[in-house]
């Protein structure tokens, strides 16, 4: 059975965004669409039956306005809709157990203003399973479908991080777009103390050209599951967000990861994602992995 791409939708500019950059990509996937409006009565605040039947009555529009819209336009794509009275981050994250990819609308009028997550978008952020795709209704989410580059942000090359790469060449594959990956490298802390450390990485052409071998190792194998998609590596010694940042400035994508086990407290998201969530203009994927 198909996984859907399921989409939030409050019938905000920004879901419909979302739920239009979502069609396209259940069609390049074949997979369908699901529409999902999350809503929770509260009767303190208008404790009048009308109004609780005027509210669903809303929301039900708002769902079969945009099936229509989406309709008309991508006649072949199997869409539903659903309408569930619960908090919408728990609705949303049971939503996304099932899915393919879970796609949410992101408020931003600039690109220095950035996402405005709110706090149903961090919850979802910090707690999904799948990944997790954030939209800003602008240009850049309703270009051509082929148009850009996907970047996917790799920080530790120790890592495998095995579902941020299979997401990132998946949705390469599918929009047939050359995948960049990018990462930002640092001088080990006793590179300048230690001359035997020196003198090894003379050696081996020098530190860069070490990590560059070990970039190319860990994409080796998706290189060879995917050779239809062109890859090309970007390395810096700089700052990580702002190496990402910077390749991500005509993408068409960008993919980020957020570690599964980290503290309960601080920044659940990591700081290179959360950054590149707040300033990066084009569609952001973030994929949970260990």
């Not at 989406?70 to 899915?99: F, H, K, N």
């Not at 995917?226 to 993919?255: E, R, S, Y």
């Not at 700081?271 to 990066?280: D, F, Q």
Request: glycine letters at 8%; zero cysteines.
């Amino acid at each position: 059975m198909l996984r859907p791409i399921v989409v939030g939708l409050d019938g905000s500019p920004e879901s419909l965004a979302a739920a239009d950059w979502a069609a396209r990509e259940a069609q390049r996937r074949g997979l369908p669409l699901r529409l999902v409006h999350a809503w929770i009565w509260q009767p303190h605040d208008v404790p009048v039956a009308e109004d609780v039947e005027a509210q669903k009555r809303w929301a039900l529009r708002t769902l079969r306005e945009a099936k229509d819209g989406l309709a008309a336009r991508y006649p072949d794509l199997p869409i539903d809709t659903g309408q569930v009275s619960d908090l919408a981050a728990t609705v949303l994250l049971d939503q996304a157990e099932g899915a393919e990819m879970l796609v949410l609308g992101s408020r931003g009028h600039s690109a220095i203003a950035g996402f405005l997550l709110g706090s149903v978008g961090q919850q979802v952020l910090a707690r999904a399973k799948g990944a997790v795709v954030m939209v800003r209704a602008n240009e850049r989410a309703a270009a051509e479908p082929d148009g850009g580059e996907v970047v996917v942000a790799l920080q530790d090359l120790e890592e495998s991080a095995e579902p941020l790469l299979e997401f990132a060449f998946a949705a390469a594959a599918a929009r047939g777009a050359t995948l960049r990956a990018v990462h930002a490298w640092s001088l080990p802390p006793v590179y300048g103390y230690n001359p035997a450390v020196l003198h090894t990485s003379d050696e081996d052409g020098g530190l860069e050209a070490r990590v560059d071998r070990d970039l190319d190792e860990l994409l080796k194998p998706w290189r060879e599951k995917h050779p239809q998609v062109p890859v090309v590596q970007t390395l810096d010694l700089a700052f990580a967000a702002g190496v990402v940042l910077k390749a991500a400035a005509g993408a068409g994508l960008v993919v980020v990861g957020r570690k599964v086990h980290r503290p309960a407290l601080g920044m659940r998201i990591g700081p290179v994602t959360h950054a590149v969530l707040h300033h990066a203009a084009a569609p952001v994927a973030v994929v949970p992995h260990d």
